[in-house]
């Protein structure tokens, strides 16, 4: 029996069981549980294409249909290449090697392509098909080991590109893509994708730490002085933290709410219900290895919360997901720095876990912390040949520039 692609219209349409034997050990935001998870809890239209050889699936893509591309700005290819964040990083880029009037003028002229080029990608790039994995920020082909990976990409690439003719789908995007796999690059290359680079993600290796003290020893002198102080105000601040195994609705409820003004604070679209809905179902999804974990007051119970983390754990790797904090409560009191880093970190050393996966964003805290960067993709292909010629000397400014910021495709940080 020749091999053949099957599109199914929803995670619940394919086993658990399937899916995840094509899943690394260590993606937690690619597995089943986790993307039936977010497709429930939000309302989304997810896309499974399987590729089956002789009635076994040997390779799969996931894909996020985005109809309206101000629903959450992480899944807009627009957002990725031209919203306020992206904009902002190439503001400094250039500002880094030029005067201060060239610097402007090369501002002014950015916001006038930056502002002509959203509008018209707006309008050709929707709907979209966006390959990422929803509020987990993953992107991959996922593969049976033993398959001819490239063949198996190459065909599962043919059958998205179908899959939008056949749905009038403007453009296909690989977001968020972890960007050290060959075969991938050059399948995309091959099938008209544009590549830039988007962000840099922070991971600690902890392996090799006995202990929170061994840890303190890979930072430099002054750092660790500073590490102590934030450990030792946060105690004196009369804060702790606490791992909450079984939460009631009311603790579930107040976690919500702190992770509303978090959302909040970045600009991003608020569901209180719904992430609800999700910290539950992530709770009570073992697989995905789930802990909560709360700051209170040292003689604070129940609900009454004034931080909290959702921190998930495969595969030896722990993956701080979804927090927030009660700023008049918390104070002074480091409670982001104890409850984020050196808690985590503890329990990593204590569990055996060999890395912690702190993802995108807050660069500078996370590299003073010891963690290591490493580059993120995105790829952007439009169905249209005319928007496509429209967009390509675009894209290749914006990955020059973000090179030029962030640094080359080996990580490397360019300060």
Same mark, same amino acid.
């Given at each position: 029996?020749?091999?053949?692609?099957?599109?199914?219209?929803?995670?619940?349409?394919?086993?658990?069981?399937?899916?995840?034997?094509?899943?690394?050990?260590?993606?937690?935001?690619?597995?089943?549980?986790?993307?039936?998870?977010?497709?429930?809890?939000?309302?989304?239209?997810?896309?499974?294409?399987?590729?089956?050889?002789?009635?076994?699936?040997?390779?799969?893509?996931?894909? =996020?249909?985005?109809?309206?591309?101000?629903?959450?700005?992480?899944?807009?290819?627009?957002?990725?290449?031209?919203?306020?964040?992206?904009?902002?990083?190439?503001?400094?880029?250039?500002?880094?090697?030029?005067?201060?009037?060239?610097?402007?003028?090369?501002?002014?002229?950015?916001?006038?392509?930056?502002?002509?080029?959203?509008? #018209?990608?707006?309008?050709?790039?929707?709907?979209?098909?966006?390959?990422?994995?929803?509020?987990?920020?993953?992107?991959?082909?996922?593969?049976?080991?033993?398959?001819?990976?490239?063949?198996?990409?190459?065909? =599962? =690439?043919?059958?998205?590109?179908?899959?939008?003719?056949?749905?009038?789908?403007?453009?296909?995007?690989?977001?968020?893509?972890?960007?050290?796999?060959?075969?991938?690059?050059?399948?995309?290359?091959?099938?008209?994708?544009?590549?830039?680079?988007?962000?840099?993600?922070?991971?600690?290796?902890?392996?090799?730490?006995?202990?929170?003290?061994?840890?303190?020893?890979?930072?430099?002198?002054?750092?660790?002085?500073?590490?102590?102080?934030?450990?030792?105000?946060?105690?004196?601040?009369?804060?702790?933290?606490?791992?909450?195994?079984?939460?009631?609705?009311?603790?579930?409820?107040?976690?919500?709410? =702190?992770?509303?003004?978090?959302?909040?604070?970045?600009?991003?679209?608020?569901?209180?219900?719904?992430?609800?809905?999700?910290?539950?179902?992530?709770?009570?999804?073992?697989?995905?290895?789930?802990?909560?974990?709360?700051?209170?007051?040292?003689?604070?119970?129940?609900?009454?919360?004034?931080?909290?983390?959702?921190?998930?754990?495969?595969?030896?790797?722990?993956?701080?997901?979804?927090?927030?904090?009660?700023?008049?409560?918390?104070?002074?009191?480091?409670?982001?720095?104890?409850?984020?880093?050196? #808690?985590?970190?503890?329990?990593?050393?204590?569990?055996?876990?060999?890395?912690?996966?702190?993802?995108?964003?807050?660069?500078?805290?996370?590299?003073?912390?010891?963690?290591?960067?490493?580059?993120?993709?995105?790829?952007?292909?439009?169905?249209?040949?005319?928007?496509?010629?429209?967009?390509?000397?675009?894209?290749?400014?914006?990955?020059?520039?973000?090179?030029?910021?962030?640094?080359?495709?080996?990580?490397?940080?360019?300060?």
């Amino acid at each position: 029996m020749a091999a053949e692609v099957v599109v199914m219209r929803s995670v619940s349409a394919v086993g658990r069981a399937e899916w995840d034997a094509l899943v690394p050990p260590t993606q937690v935001y690619l597995s089943h549980d986790w993307l039936r998870a977010v497709e429930e809890c939000f309302g989304l239209e997810l896309v499974l294409f399987l590729l089956r050889d002789g009635g076994r699936t040997v390779a799969g893509i996931q894909g =996020l249909l985005v109809r309206d591309p101000d629903a959450f700005p992480y899944h807009d290819p627009t957002g990725a290449l031209f919203g306020d964040y992206e904009t902002d990083h190439l503001r400094q880029a250039l500002e880094r090697d030029r005067s201060p009037q060239e610097s402007a003028e090369a501002g002014a002229l950015l916001a006038a392509v930056v502002r002509a080029e959203a509008g #018209h990608t707006r309008a050709a790039g929707y709907p979209a098909l966006v390959v990422t994995s929803p509020y987990g920020y993953a992107s991959d082909v996922l593969t049976l080991p033993g398959t001819d990976r490239r063949a198996a990409i190459g065909e =599962l =690439l043919v059958a998205v590109e179908a899959f939008c003719r056949t749905e009038g789908i403007a453009s296909q995007s690989f977001l968020w893509e972890s960007g050290g796999d060959a075969d991938l690059h050059r399948a995309l290359t091959a099938h008209g994708y544009l590549g830039f680079l988007s962000d840099l993600e922070h991971d600690l290796d902890t392996g090799s730490c006995a202990g929170l003290e061994e840890y303190l020893r890979t930072l430099e002198r002054k750092r660790r002085t500073v590490v102590r102080a934030e450990i030792r105000k946060f105690e004196e601040a009369g804060l702790r933290v606490e791992r909450i195994a079984d939460p009631d609705r009311a603790v579930i409820a107040r976690c919500a709410e =702190l992770s509303e003004g978090q959302q909040k604070k970045y600009g991003l679209p608020v569901d209180r219900g719904a992430m609800e809905r999700l910290f539950t179902a992530l709770l009570a999804a073992p697989a995905l290895g789930p802990a909560l974990y709360v700051v209170r007051r040292r003689d604070a119970d129940g609900p009454d919360v004034s931080g909290f983390l959702l921190c998930l754990e495969a595969g030896g790797v722990l993956h701080p997901k979804f927090l927030g904090f009660d700023a008049a409560a918390v104070e002074s009191g480091y409670a982001y720095f104890n409850l984020v880093f050196y #808690h985590q970190i503890e329990r990593a050393v204590a569990g055996g876990a060999r890395r912690i996966a702190y993802g995108m964003g807050s660069a500078d805290a996370k590299r003073l912390r010891g963690c290591r960067p490493t580059p993120v993709r995105g790829w952007i292909r439009f169905s249209s040949q005319a928007a496509q010629r429209r967009i390509e000397p675009y894209v290749a400014v914006f990955d020059c520039l973000k090179k030029q910021l962030l640094g080359d495709q080996d990580g490397r940080v360019l300060r």
